[in-house]
Structures are given as structure tokens and as C-alpha cells.
């Protein structure tokens, strides 16, 4: 035991050791010293005996090694130990002792060490029982700050679940997805005790990601601000990662090389998911970050993941009820416009045929064109259609011979239709006329999404090469009308023609109106799920 007094008078120690009792005093209660203190020194356990006359404690020696104080600093004083107490908890270990002393019942107080933050904080608890007739506390402190910190873990944790869960709750009733993103992000960055939270959306192509909804950025970037989606930066390593990213110190991370928007705010620690469809279509990149260092466990990595799929999930059934009301539109009207269009386009192919046989052969391929686009979209529940599935489709016999270069670019219906028709009349003219009527012709179809003033749009050429020279006709057939006509006036978009010696190139500018998360003016009313 250790007892030093104001002017640090002599403490001998005696001959059980160092952690034999230097107060003689004190050894009626302890027997066998050697193996208490052995036992005490093993499981990190201090044991005080507080003489409240004369205010004298007497412990144990790893009592100081224990509060993190200097070897032979502690002169064994109640007010000396209390100094050894954060100044938070010094008033309710004050109070515990009294009230022991007062009604003699057995008295366990938990209380930090001073001079450290609170995420490292030391904690230890003192218990034990009180003597009335002597006037004196004996008890035993030991650490406890793994056990304090494990319980304080799995409040978190459970906190983390419920918040999940009351979220998931409200995605089923939320009409407006603004609304849901915004609680979504406030939710992540209390629960994960974060300063910025991003939520991006893929754009169409898969080129830029923009930031939809956030916690943490300036007000005018939320909507506005755009990502790159290379692989070099934060959000496109994310978005070709299978798993979570977790970033311990940014600074020091080489998987991110190219221009980062979280070095611009500070950021040094996150995490980020990918908010994904369950066929594996990415929607966009859900991030939470820190401003200073820490480590997220496993737990919140969960919680980003299992936010991420509320907002998938959400986003899903958002375009579930739009196509749903598009199917009941597109019921009303294209049953009687599609007689309309058939009608049409018999018309007019008469018109351009010098026989029946002709007739019937143009006829049933412009039709057979525009029942491959309706398979394709049907058959996908009238969502939107892959840009390059519509290739592959309308290209079949020819797709040893063609080669597709773009980004994945979905289609809403109606211009998935438009294209249909000019995709068809384009490789029915160059199996005809062009590279694809020669055996060592090819064709080579490329596109990109862009950003023009007018927004979102598709530049798509279409380069015939390795084919007969081609012909200029003095007056354009009907199959260069219909393109014309469905380029400029259905899908208000522009048509550039080349010829060049080994075959035609055109180049498509089409604006692009889908997006793959629904819009806030789509959004309805709240419903009941």
C-alpha cells in the first residue's frame, strides 16, 4: 500500500515487495500479501483504504501506474485522488463516497481520467463497501474502459440499426425523393458522427456523377456540382470497386490520383458504397467523411451499405410507378396511334416500291424494326432500354462485321422507338448499298454523352469504311426522309452526312431527357406503401 504525506515523508517498503502495504496500519484487512498483490498487479486492479478523519487514502503501489500519474507523485490524500478524477466526474465520485459512509451500503462509481479526448478517454470504476464504526471506505478501482467502450459501441450501433430501420419505414411512404435523400444524409451524418455526407447520381453514359443531395457542402453545389466517374477519382474507384472503400487518411491514399472534390473540403477519413440496382446497375455513390482521423468498424460500414439500399430500393419503385403510369398512358394512345403509324409507313413504303414483292419486303422489315424495339422494352417491364442492346438487336446479321464503342446510355420508350426506325434504315441502306453489301466491309458505330447548353446529348456516329464508293441520288428515297423526319422533328435532335471513299458517315446529335433517378417534379404525394 502507498501513504505519502505532505512533505513526502519516508515510505519504507517492506520486505513482501513493492506492492506490499507501506502502512502498517493497513495490513489487518490484507493477509498474504504476495499473492494478493501478484493478483492485483495482473488484473489491473488498485486497492484503497480511505480513513475519512484524517483524510488519508491508503493503496496499493500500481494506483498511480493505474491513473496515469508519475511513480511516488500521489501523497495520499482524498483531495489528491480526486485531482487523479476528470473535473466532470469528481462531483458524483464525491458523492458515492459520502453516501457509503452515510448509510454504510456498498457504493461503485464509474469515472474518466483527465487530459485526454473524449474519444480516447480511460475509464475506471471504484467499488466497494464503507465501516461506519471506523470511519472508513475500503475498496477496489479497476480499468474498465474496454467494457465502457464496448457498451458505448453497441449503443451506437443500436442507434445506427434504428435509424436504418425508421428510414427504410419512411422510403415506403415518401412520395417526394428529395425528401428522402435529404433525411437519409442528416440520418448517416449523426448516426456516424460525420461532417460531410455526398449523395451522386450516375448521369446518363456514366461519364459524370451529379450531387443530387449531401450534408456538409456549400448550398449552391447540392443539384449543381458534377463528378468525374474516372477510375482515378474517389467516386470511380467506388463505382468499379465490388466492395465498400474505406479511406483511413486521404493524404496518404494512392488509389485516388486525379482531382478529388473531398481534398478541397478537408476531407481526411469516409467511407463510400455504390447505390446499386439488384441487377447490378449502379445508380450512383453514397459517401460519408471526416474531417479528422478516425477508423469506422464494421458496423458502419453496414449502415452506409444498408442506407445505400434503402435509397436503391427507393429509386427503384420511384421508376416502378412512373412506368406504370407511362404503361397506362402508352395503352391509351398507342392503340390507337400504332394503327396510325402502320397505316403510315405502308403508305409511304408504297409509295418508294416499283412492286409488290418490293413492297412486301420493306414493309416487313421496317415493321419487324419496330416490333424488335417494342420486345426489347416490354419484355424489360416498359422501362428504359440499353442503347447497346438496341444495337446488337437491330444489327444481328451483320455483328461480326460492326463494331459498338460508348458508354451504357439508357433510353426512355419513345426515343428507344425513334432510333429503332433510323438504326434500321441506316443498316438496310449499307446492306444494300453501303460497306455491309461487300464482304470485306465494315461498319463502326461509336457514341458519347455530352453536355451542351441545351443539356444532356448523344453523339453518335455512325462510319461506314471498306465498301463500295458511294453514290449521291439527285432526290433522297423515302428511307432518308424518315431519318431526317425522326432525327429532327420527333427526337428534336440535328443529322450530319459525309460521304467518304470507302463509305457513308453520318453523325446523330440527340439531347438526351432520361434520368436515371426520378425527378422531384415527378414525385407525387405521399402514399401508403
Partial sequence: ??????????????????????????????????????ALESGKIAICCLDIASDRMTC???????????SDSFDGTFSAFLRSVHSDDQPGVSAAMREALENGKPYSV??????????????????????????????????????????????????????AAQLAERALVEGNLENLLDEAAKILADMLDVELVEILELAAGEATLLLRAGVGWPAELIGSARLSSATDTHAGFALAS?????????GADTRFTGPSALRDHGVVSGMIVTIAAPDGRAYGILGAYGRSRRQFDHCDVSLLAAVATIIAGAIQRRQFDQRHELMIRELRHRSGNL?????????????????VAELATKYQARVLALANAHRLITEGGWKSASLVELFR???????????????HVFLEPDPAFALSTVVHEFATNASRHGSLSEPAGRLDVTWSVKHSKHGLVLDLDWKERNGPAPKRMRRPGFGSKLIDMVIERQLNGEIHRSFDVGGLHSRLVV???????????????????
Avoid at 60 to 70: D, K, Q
Avoid at 242 to 250: H, K, Q, R, Y
Wanted: charged share 20%.
Fill in 242 to 250: 465490388a466492395t465498400p472503400v474505406v479511406i483511413e487518411d486521404l
Fill in 511 to 529: 439531347p438526351l431527357t432520361h434520368q436515371r433517378w426520378p425527378d422531384t417534379a415527378d414525385a407525387g404525394e405521399p402514399h401508403a406503401g
Fill in 1 to 38: 500500500m502507498t501513504e505519502a504525506t505532505s512533505g513526502r515523508q519516508q515510505s519504507s517498503r517492506h520486505d513482501a515487495g513493492d506492492n506490499a502495504p507501506r502502512n502498517a496500519a493497513a495490513r489487518p484487512f490484507l493477509a498474504n500479501w504476495d499473492v494478493v498483490g501478484r
Fill in 393 to 407: 438487336t437491330l444489327l444481328a446479321p451483320y455483328l461480326d462485321r460492326v463494331t459498338l464503342n460508348g458508354p
Fill in 339 to 355: 394503327f396510325s403509324q402502320l397505316l403510315a409507313l405502308f403508305s409511304q413504303t408504297a409509295a418508294g416500291s416499283r412492286s
Fill in 60 to 70: 496499493s503501489a500500481n494506483f498511480e501506474a493505474l491513473h496515469g500519474l508519475p
Fill in 110 to 163: 464509474t469515472y474518466r481520467l483527465p487530459g485526454r479526448p473524449q474519444d480516447k478517454a480511460r475509464w475506471l470504476e471504484a467499488f466497494g463497501a464503507s465501516d461506519r464504526a471506523t470511519a472508513q471506505i475500503i475498496g477496489l478501482i479497476r480499468d474498465v474502459t474496454e467494457h465502457v467502450n464496448s457498451e458505448h459501441r453497441l449503443r451506437i450501433h443500436a442507434n445506427q440499426h434504428h435509424a
